[in-house]
């Protein structure tokens, strides 16, 4: 537990508003540095995190696995920032917040502690979704979310030799390629037929996978685990569901996440898949606002950094007094880098019998790209290998700009559109 105090140079001004932020990550944090630019003097800020640490990027916790990077290297804020801004932090298991009285506008954390607010930002981000498999308890088997989870997977490589990681999405192909990094024996098991199948075709999936391969790492796609064979009260094996069974020391479930709303249901504030919130990003509560991975915006939750730092700047405009600030859904673009490779998605990469497709493949520089058309405007993109260009076709797709004129080049690269 670590608490970093305003101490007696930096007096409390009582005439200040009080803003008490749930969640000391970087949505909550983004919002308070977007705040403290518009209005530093507007608030006295006190920030609840259940993490020891001060606010670091989420994203980069994969190098960290790596070895690439310390975690010193990945703080955004470490608690000299928080001192500088006068922002009261309480860190650490025993802050977590555990209850919100609505009425008297006081949060409660685990040990007792308690802060007064006129304003509340609730960040409570999402949870790893751990899926309810026979022997799941059992040691060995964790997620990858946050520092003591890499801290974890670390420690185990150091001693063990067979990992195997649940899910073929983004954050399990960065634990595979992690814990091969750290000299494990690696093997993804994916429900689905194909890697990345949120951001990838088949055809592009199967040129990442065949990289994967020649790097080390096995797969079995099209099954999933059925139970957690233990021995000694620590994971030995894992059976899948073709009944087959693999050697497992480590278990990663990187299945996906879920939005953290039990103390938003806790307050009783309006739920759904993430606390909802307006354009404003205030929950049902006018005094309580709420950004990041545990929100719902007109039923759509959260996974990717863009739209949760858009929201971060609209709600410090709401909080700074500059209420026709209004969050608005982003076009649903990743950009990501999986294990060293470049890739690029947006829109509708798969298409109807309505569409017509464009597809470049170069075997030889390890580069696919595909174009989904209708009516002539894009509706969905794949670039796999080579983004260098992903810029100008986003700006296509957002723009829905007609691009009957240049269908004959577009796939190659950017092409001058006439005024």
């Known amino acids: 537990m670590v608490d970093t105090e305003t101490g007696p140079f930096h007096p409390i001004n009582m005439s200040k508003q009080k803003l008490v932020v749930i969640g000391n990550g970087m949505a909550g944090m983004r919002t308070v540095d977007e705040l403290l630019q518009l209005a530093p003097e507007q608030y006295q800020i006190t920030v609840f995190g259940a993490e020891p640490h001060g606010n670091y990027n989420r994203i980069m916790l994969t190098p960290v696995l790596f070895g690439a990077k310390s975690i010193d290297d990945i703080m955004i804020h470490d608690f000299a920032w928080y001192r500088r801004n006068r922002i009261t932090l309480h860190c650490g298991k025993d802050k977590a917040v555990v209850a919100v009285d609505r009425v008297k506008r006081r949060v409660i954390a685990k040990d007792g502690t308690t802060a007064e607010y006129d304003k509340l930002l609730i960040a409570t981000g999402s949870l790893p979704l751990m899926l309810d498999i026979p022997g799941r308890e059992t ?24 990992a195997v990681i649940l899910g073929g999405g983004l954050l399990g192909l960065e634990a595979a390629n992690g814990l091969m990094q750290r000299g494990m024996q690696v093997t993804v098991v994916n429900r689905a037929g194909h890697l990345l199948n949120r951001q990838l075709d088949k055809q592009a999936a199967g040129f990442l996978q065949r990289q994967l391969e020649d790097k080390g790492i096995e797969f079995r796609l099209g099954v999933t685990i059925s139970e957690v064979v233990s021995r000694d009260h ?3 094996k894992v059976r899948l569901s073709d009944n087959s069974l693999l050697p497992a020391d480590i278990l990663v479930m990187a299945t996906g996440i879920l939005p953290n709303i039990a103390l938003g249901q806790a307050m009783d504030l309006d739920c759904e898949r993430g606390i909802i919130v307006d354009d404003n990003l205030q929950t049902s509560d006018p005094r309580i606002y709420s950004v990041g991975e545990c929100v719902q915006h007109r039923g759509e939750v959260f996974g990717l950094v863009a739209p949760v730092y858009e929201q971060a700047k609209v709600c410090a405009q709401q909080l700074a007094g500059r209420t026709s600030a209004e969050y608005r859904t982003l076009l649903s673009a990743t950009m990501l880098k999986v294990t060293g490779i470049d890739l690029f998605s947006v829109g509708d990469f798969e298409g109807d019998s309505t569409c017509q497709q464009q597809v470049l493949v170069d075997h030889a520089q390890g580069v696919y790209r595909k174009i989904v058309l209708r009516d002539n405007v894009i509706a969905g993109m794949i670039m796999y290998g080579d983004t260098s260009d992903s810029a100008w076709y986003l700006n296509l797709v957002k723009n829905r700009t007609n691009v009957a004129a240049i269908r004959d080049r577009l796939i190659f690269q950017p092409v001058e559109l006439a005024a």
């Not at 964790?142 to 063990?160: C, L, N, S, W």
């Open 234 to 236: 620590h994971i030995s």
């Open 139 to 162: 040691e060995g088997v964790m997620g990858f979310r946050d520092i003591a989870d890499v801290q974890t997977m670390i420690e185990k490589a150091q001693t063990k030799q067979h």
